[in-house]
């Protein structure tokens, strides 16, 4: 188990997920004025996108670890791309598409009874907008050369 602690291709983009969500979490608070629990572990969406401090982290040490040219840098670099483009293209019109659809069963099932169409809302928030991702890219930078040079000494 200790081998994995000191494994900094694992620690430190775990790291920048979970300070992420952290601040998401804080984030939530301050703008709606009630904590969500879930915000804390499995929110998706919001501000920052914990997606992109993952992704963004892992490439950065990849980029620090094994170099520019390095096939671990590259498979991290279009992995981090795809998993932000995602973010902020079909999951953020998925989360639009579920807000539009809450309001029309709101609005044509409202009133009547025994009538469930979903059981539930449709969760809204599973995207994220472009500066989003882009201050959850640069938390997962931060993170990541604060972790390699203050802890792990590179």
Known sequence: MSALFMNR????PAAAWFIAQMIKAIVDY??????????????SGGMPSSHASTVTALAVVAL??????????????FFA????????GVRLETG??????????DELFSGR???????????????????????????GAV????MEFLVYGV
């Open 9 to 12: 291709t694992f620690m430190i």
């Open 30 to 43: 301050t703008v709606y004025g009630s904590f969500d629990k879930r915000r804390l572990l499995t929110g």
């Open 64 to 77: 620090i670890e094994y170099g520019l040219a390095s096939f671990q840098f590259s498979i991290c670099f």
């Open 81 to 88: 791309f795809i998993v932000m483009y995602d973010a902020m």
């Open 96 to 105: 639009k598409q579920a807000k539009l659809l809450n309001a029309i069963v």
């Open 113 to 139: 009874e025994g009538i469930d169409v979903f059981g539930e809302h449709l969760k809204e928030l599973v995207g994220h907008t472009p500066l989003q991702v882009i201050c959850g890219s640069l938390l």
């Open 143 to 146: 993170i990541a050369l604060v």
